[in-house]
């Protein structure tokens, strides 16, 4: 793509800008990649590829917890298999109208379906992004729409390849993003008249860094000549910075990269994970597990001493060896060190507590427990400590639930997947209410505390049955039916519910009529049988 020199230089600027202010980070997080999340890219950016990942780590607590806390956050968070999420109208309760409610719930189906098509990748990228979160702080997860299948993309970056900056919000709007691409998927993407010649000079397979931008339109005053002929609210730039070549201009109506944060410090960019919280004790106890390998080595094969003479050398030490010595020569004795691995292995035990309980894996999974407890006091525990973790998973669901949803909607509304809504809520607003494990227990105590509430009135209510003239038993139904998280499809409609209490009402005023009508009817009865009798007397 031809274009100014100038609009180069004002992105490469920017780059550099990034780059620049990521550097004190940068060792930070690589101490994690050799000791915790040793299956990402290197922030040194010279690592081989297909070397040993595992050579710095001696104790695979660490790793272990990682892969723990990602899973916990994918079942408690966006399990596959329950609804984790509603679609809602503001302005509109779902039961007021069977319309609404059956909208909501054909769109919600439909982002469920996209969310578990197996070429969308979905739930392996949300688990890649997991792993990030926890030993990062910070992870990149790319959402667009893959015109070739028709369907929702996702995609996970490492955090050593991306480089963000955020809005007056504290919202990622910006993002840099490098990856090295060879000339013949360059090719493949952006098409043979988007090479430059310095890379038609070179080999095919010869790799080059390009680099993709994402920032708001704008921006565009403060990068210096950059000009764009999309009047969409993203721009997006794919250039190479050593060829100083674009290759592709477009743009976004929604910022396609969501980049949450586990943690943040006010006036930082980039989040704080659960692996800086304990890495002290993860390098401490990858040195202690070195030591107590190498005294277990030396009480369980001991160093021997021998004499300086009276031996032929070299010693066989293998099972049924022969060892040839001079009569009269001291024996060869082990070395006995005397050292207490016991000691050792208590000292690193109270360090893996510590990291299992930094990556809250006693949090997200039921771990075994000498205590007999009901099932009912195992949930409460486990609700209970999930409600201590509310911050961070509001953290999750502002930066990167809510903006999946978000972006998920306008992509397949874009596409026409999504059907039309009813015609009272043309213009009306969607919010999103989480209904997975984890944002089901922050409302845990709101139920428990109304049901309690009701408990307390009982007594009092055998006393004064008008107490619970206080209690507004619909609203009661509709309030602990949201917090229970119980499907909307099973409340009916308040118009539906009050023309069902009208017909009762009605059928009651009937049979109460009924009732009256008997003895008067019994009553006319037995006046026209004593007339008739009378008359017959009369007769006669």
Known sequence: ?????????????????????????????????????????????????????????????????????????????????????????????????????????????????????????????????YMDLGAFGTAVLFQDWAVDKGKLSFRSFPLADCYIQENHDGLVDTIFRRTLMSARQIVQKFGQNELPEQMKKDQPDKEWEVIHCVYPREDLPMLKGIKTKYEMPFGSFWFSDECKHIFSESGYNSFPYHVPRWS????????????????PDI??????????????????????????????????????SLIFY?????????????????????????????????????????????????????????????????????????????????????????NQMIPEPPEMIMGAGLSVSYSSPASTAQMSGKSVAIQKFLEDLVPMAQVDPTVMDKINLDEFVKVM??????????????????EMRQGRQEQQMMMQQAEMAEPMAGSIKSLAEAEAIQAGIGNA
């Open 283 to 320: 390098k401490m106890i990858n040195q202690m597990s070195k030591v107590v390998i190498k005294g277990a080595q030396k009480a369980v094969d001991p160093p021997l001493m021998v004499p300086d003479d009276g031996f032929m050398l070299p010693l066989k030490t293998a099972p049924s």
């Open 1 to 129: 793509m031809k274009v100014a020199r100038e609009t180069v230089n004002g992105l490469l600027d920017r780059f550099s800008d990034l780059k620049q202010r990521r550097t004190t980070w940068e060792p930070h997080w690589q101490e994690i990649r050799h000791l915790v999340r040793v299956n990402t890219s290197d922030f040194s950016f010279n690592a081989t590829r297909g070397q040993n990942r595992h050579e710095n780590i001696y104790d695979g607590t660490a790793p272990w917890s990682l892969e723990q806390f990602a899973a916990g956050l994918h079942s408690h968070l966006t399990n596959p298999s329950i609804r984790w999420f509603n679609l809602e109208v503001e302005g509109f309760e779902a039961t007021s109208s069977p319309d609404i409610l059956a909208w909501t719930e054909e769109v919600s189906d439909i982002i469920y379906g996209a969310f578990a098509d197996p070429e969308s990748t979905f739930n392996p990228a949300l688990h890649e992004a």
């Open 326 to 414: 001079q009569q009269g020569t001291e024996p060869i004795q082990p070395l006995e060190t005397r050292a207490r691995i016991d000691i050792g292995l208590d000292m690193m035990e109270q360090r893996r507590d510590h990291i299992i309980k930094s990556f809250f894996v006693d949090w997200l999974l039921q771990q075994k427990n000498r205590t007999e407890m009901t099932a009912t006091e195992v949930m409460d525990r486990r609700e209970e400590k999930l409600r201590m973790m509310a911050p961070m998973i509001g953290r999750l669901e502002s930066e990167l639930l809510g903006r999946i949803i978000s972006r998920s909607f306008e992509l397949l509304r874009s």
């Open 264 to 279: 943040k410090l006010a006036g930082e960019i980039y989040g704080r994970s659960p692996a800086m919280t304990c890495l």
């Open 481 to 498: 039916a949201e917090l229970r998280d119980v499907t909307r499809r099973i409340i009916r409609p308040d118009r539906e519910v009050a």
